[in-house]
């Protein structure tokens, strides 16, 4: 009785240790997803900072991604049991083989910030919500994968969603930005397209994710420094006041950070959850952060503007657990096919 009444106790410490450790994360992930928007926002539209320079502000983050990786890379060498995290190296075979990744990597943060710079925080989450949508044609298109019925009325009720949004955004802000929208349009695209490809290039730096974002963030730095030029934000930076304020320096440092932080708590997240889980807590982040931004930015918006987001919202979760269902049926049926078929290949 004294052993049970022991593991008993045990077993209770240890479902509170992980429900403890499952909030730490998702508060994490929360906390981390929604200041890196907001912080962005800042940097790339205050008119504290006055700085019309979105490339620029990309590739400072970039850099700060880069010396973060090779200073895990140190680490995770020294001390193995912290991380899976790669060596800081070099190769330029690597890089070259990565290059096709990167150059719609260069895509996906450069349309993102623009997306920020251009439209309201409140906005964002609608701005670039077809990532979805895209991520099922692009699915059928490369990867000749079948869609539902189920999937495509979750993309149709988001696709409505998105035009509602735009449509009430425009009457709402009364200028509203289609250069911004066509940026959370493209930006969506990128990301659609680099979690395809992803799969591609991942044997080219060992299956490990960290080394494929260190080779990622070197070619994107190598790109987007001519692009500066090219784009003409010499001027802006030659204009800029604060290049001595310390205060500036940090903002940018903390952006980096949490762009390389992001990704690890998502992928802790997943793991400490469920993708589906994951998924949820995405959502009713995405929530919370646009009420969050109609509050601090002083913002009154009108209820089909607020049902254009739950449309967007919900049809992105619906979304979710379809494909969660539809994996499970398809996992179930490789089991029974693997079963019912012996060695020689032959059904008995």
Same mark, same amino acid.
């Given at each position: 009785m004294a052993s049970s009444g022991t593991e008993a106790q045990m077993a209770r410490a240890s479902l509170k240790s992980q429900w403890i450790r499952i909030a730490l994360v998702v508060t994490a992930y929360w906390v981390i997803s929604i200041s890196m928007v907001f912080l962005n926002k800042y940097l790339l539209s205050s008119s504290d900072l006055k700085l019309d320079a979105p490339l620029f502000i990309t590739w400072t983050q970039c850099v700060v991604s880069v010396i973060l990786i090779a200073a895990l890379g140190f680490l995770g060498d020294k001390y193995p049991n912290i991380d899976n995290f790669a060596p800081a190296e070099f190769k330029l075979t690597t890089a070259l083989a990565v290059l096709p990744l990167s150059i719609v990597f260069v895509g996906m943060i450069v349309f993102n910030n623009l997306t920020l710079k251009f439209l309201g925080v409140a906005f964002y989450n609608v701005g670039r919500s077809l990532t979805t949508v895209f991520n099922v044609v692009l699915s059928y298109i490369i990867l000749t994968q079948t869609v539902s019925m189920a999937v495509l009325g979750?993309?149709?009720?988001?696709?409505? &969603?998105?035009?509602? &949004?735009?449509?009430?955004?425009?009457? +709402?802000? @009364?200028?509203?930005?289609?250069?911004?929208?066509?940026?959370?349009?493209?930006?969506?695209?990128?990301?659609?397209?680099? $979690?395809?490809?992803?799969?591609?290039?991942?044997? +080219?730096?060992?299956?490990?994710?960290? /080394?494929?974002?260190?080779?990622?963030?070197?070619? *994107?730095?190598?790109?987007?420094?001519?692009?500066?030029?090219?784009?003409?934000?010499?001027?802006?930076?030659?204009?800029?006041?604060?290049? *001595?304020? =310390?205060?500036?320096?940090? %903002?940018?440092?903390?952006?980096?950070?949490? !762009?390389?932080?992001?990704?690890?708590?998502?992928? =802790?997240?997943?793991?400490?959850? +469920?993708?589906?889980?994951?998924?949820? $807590? &995405?959502?009713?982040?995405?929530?919370? @952060?646009?009420?969050?931004?109609?509050?601090?930015?002083?913002?009154?918006?009108?209820?089909?503007?607020?049902?254009?987001?739950?449309?967007? %919202?919900? !049809?992105?979760?619906?979304?979710?657990?379809?494909?969660?269902?539809?994996?499970?049926? @398809? /996992?179930?049926? @490789?089991?029974?096919?693997?079963?019912?078929?012996?060695?020689? !290949?032959?059904?008995?």
């Open positions: 979750c993309c149709a009720v988001i696709v409505l &969603g998105f035009w509602l &949004g735009v449509k009430e955004e425009d009457k +709402s802000v @009364q200028n509203l930005s289609i250069f911004g929208v066509v940026c959370g349009v493209l930006a969506s695209l990128c990301v659609a397209l680099y $979690s395809i490809y992803t799969k591609k290039v991942l044997p +080219s730096v060992s299956d490990n994710i960290w /080394r494929l974002q260190l080779y990622n963030n070197i070619n *994107a730095v190598l790109i987007m420094l001519p692009l500066i030029f090219v784009m003409g934000e010499l001027p802006a930076l030659r204009m800029f006041e604060h290049w *001595a304020e =310390l205060y500036f320096w940090l %903002l940018l440092v903390v952006a980096g950070v949490f !762009g390389i932080a992001i990704g690890y708590v998502t992928s =802790l997240q997943i793991k400490v959850t +469920s993708p589906l889980t994951h998924n949820v $807590s &995405g959502t009713a982040k995405a929530c919370a @952060q646009t009420v969050l931004a109609c509050v601090i930015y002083s913002e009154a918006k009108s209820w089909l503007w607020w049902l254009s987001n739950a449309m967007v %919202l919900m !049809g992105s979760a619906a979304y979710s657990y379809v494909k969660m269902n539809e994996m499970k049926v @398809q /996992r179930t049926l @490789q089991i029974l096919d693997d079963v019912e078929s012996p060695v020689g !290949g032959e059904k008995k």
